[in-house]
């Protein structure tokens, strides 16, 4: 699990390691870093790295001088280097002094353009991770200039660190490269960051416990659910659909399909879409309401059910069943429209309420808003829940103030019904007896594996993505050691 910091955390790390390190010597580390990542870049976009051009555009403070050092790294290895200086009065001393005794060269802004043009590659220096807001007018007017790749220093400037806003002119990365830590701005905004670079600098026994988190390959293969000697078809777990509609019967034939992929033992369904679901899924149990499903370990509620009198009956008695639910689509409007329908629920049970931005909207009174993960924490906390709020860029957060982002691989799971699938991968895992905040996020990776696999460069229905949940599970596996 790969650990996020906000940039207050990050500052005051650095603050607590540069007490106890010579001076300078940790941002030529850091500018070392960055600039092998530059190199690197120029021997990928050019085929070589001596008598390439690259252009810095230094802004003030540390962020500039980083740009500055590395700069100078790269004039060691025949790299022709131009620095256009934004605030000439406010460039970091030592790294410019360094810059200029290496053979660099020192262009202005008004002269800036012809560099910018004719650069193989350039480095983003402009601001740090504590600037807010989009680029001011001068570096904003260089950013037409630019046509070369484009390595960032921490974060692209333009670019909120802590949210992944963009509010106005920003730099577009192919690569940042970052120090120390990730940032949130890393994952909740990876298309203006690109592929991300982390330098180790030392940071780490200064940080604690992360703001953030993302799951990978690693940690979804071993909280997946695998079958061992001595399991049978209940241990496993029972999952229970509550999905569907004469209306919408593909929403319960989705979620229950994807429930039965994902290993769970046993998958009841109970709706009006009972013939449509055995048609496609023989495995299951079928039955025409929840009151004669049968035990389950957990509910799947919502998808399809609609928003009156019988969907809030059929929530009503999933929430007091006493075991894990979740609260998809439907059952979030029913929420959001009657919440004493929550007094239903022992609030110690388990819930997971997945809402996108316009359900999110109706649940909590507002929108999410630039802060995606400060709001589905608050949302979280407001109803005692593990919040996923779908996007992108996928938050978990739990009440206990723990967040997990993940990073979707592409947009082909923007598509009908890619939300009930989600639904029934996040019922089975609670099923298996998954912890809601874990299961959910194992559950949202697992998803977008599969609506890659599932689409394979073209777009692909909800029904697509069931069908690669196999596929995805077996590339998961795949990566990590068998389990005994």
């Not at 500018?31 to 555009?57: D, I, K, P, W, Y």
């Not at 026994?205 to 695998?226: C, M, N, S, T």
């Not at 209940?234 to 593909?250: K, L, M």
């Not at 239903?344 to 316009?358: E, S």
Request: charged residues 20%; aromatic residues 4%.
């Amino acid at each position: 699990m790969q650990g996020i910091w906000t940039t207050e955390r990050i500052r005051a790390a650095e603050e607590r390691l540069l007490a106890v390190t010579a001076d300078g010597a940790l941002m030529r580390k850091a500018a070392f870093g960055a600039s092998v990542c530059a190199a690197a870049m120029l021997e990928e976009h050019t085929g070589g790295v001596s008598g390439r051009r690259v252009v810095l555009l230094v802004g003030a403070g540390n962020n500039g001088g980083d740009a500055l050092w590395a700069g100078v790294f790269l004039r060691k290895r025949g790299v022709g280097v131009s620095a256009v200086l934004l605030k000439p009065d406010r460039a970091h001393p030592a790294g410019l002094a360094a810059l200029r005794r290496s053979g660099g060269r020192v262009v202005s802004v008004v002269d800036s353009p012809q560099w910018l043009e004719n650069a193989d590659l350039v480095i983003d220096g402009i601001v740090g991770i504590s600037a807010k807001g989009p680029l001011r007018a001068d570096a904003a007017g260089l950013l037409g200039h630019v046509s070369s790749p484009v390595l960032a220093v921490d974060l692209p400037s333009g670019v909120d660190p802590d949210t992944g806003a963009v509010a106005g002119p920003a730099i577009q990365a192919t690569v940042t490269v970052t120090f120390g830590a990730r940032k949130p701005v890393h994952v909740l905004n990876p298309g203006r960051c690109g592929d991300v670079e982390l330098v180790d600098i030392g940071l780490g026994p200064e940080l604690g416990e992360p703001d953030l988190r993302q799951l990978d390959v690693g940690d979804v293969a071993a909280a997946w659910p695998i079958p061992g000697v001595e399991d049978d078809k209940y241990s496993q777990g029972v999952t229970g659909i509550a999905a569907g509609s004469a209306t919408y019967p593909g929403a319960a034939v989705l979620a229950t399909g994807s429930a039965v992929l994902a290993t769970s033992g046993m998958v009841r369904y109970a709706g009006p879409a009972a013939d449509a679901v055995r048609a496609r899924w023989p495995e299951v149990v079928a039955t025409g309401s929840v009151t004669d499903a049968g035990r389950v370990q957990a509910w799947v509620v919502g998808p399809g059910i609609g928003t009156g009198h019988e969907g809030r009956e059929v929530l009503r008695h999933v929430l007091a069943e006493g075991v894990p639910v979740c609260a998809d689509a439907d059952a979030t409007t029913i929420i959001a429209k009657n919440p004493e329908v929550l007094d239903a629920r022992d609030p110690d049970t388990p819930l997971v309420l997945t809402p996108h931005a316009g359900e999110f909207a109706r649940l909590t009174g507002g929108p999410p808003g630039d802060d995606r993960v400060r709001a589905a924490l608050d949302a979280a906390a407001e109803f005692s829940a593990v919040v996923l709020l779908k996007g992108h860029c996928t938050v978990v957060a739990a009440p206990d103030g723990r967040a997990l982002v993940n990073v979707a691989r592409g947009s082909w799971p923007a598509t009908a019904g890619s939300g009930d699938v989600l639904s029934g991968l996040i019922g089975a895992l609670l099923a298996a007896g998954l912890e809601p905040w874990l299961a959910a996020g194992a559950a949202a990776y697992l998803h977008s594996v599969a609506a890659s696999a599932g689409a394979r460069g073209v777009p692909v229905p909800a029904s697509g993505i069931v069908e690669a949940i196999p596929d995805a599970l077996r590339q998961i596996r795949s990566l990590t050691p068998e389990r005994v």
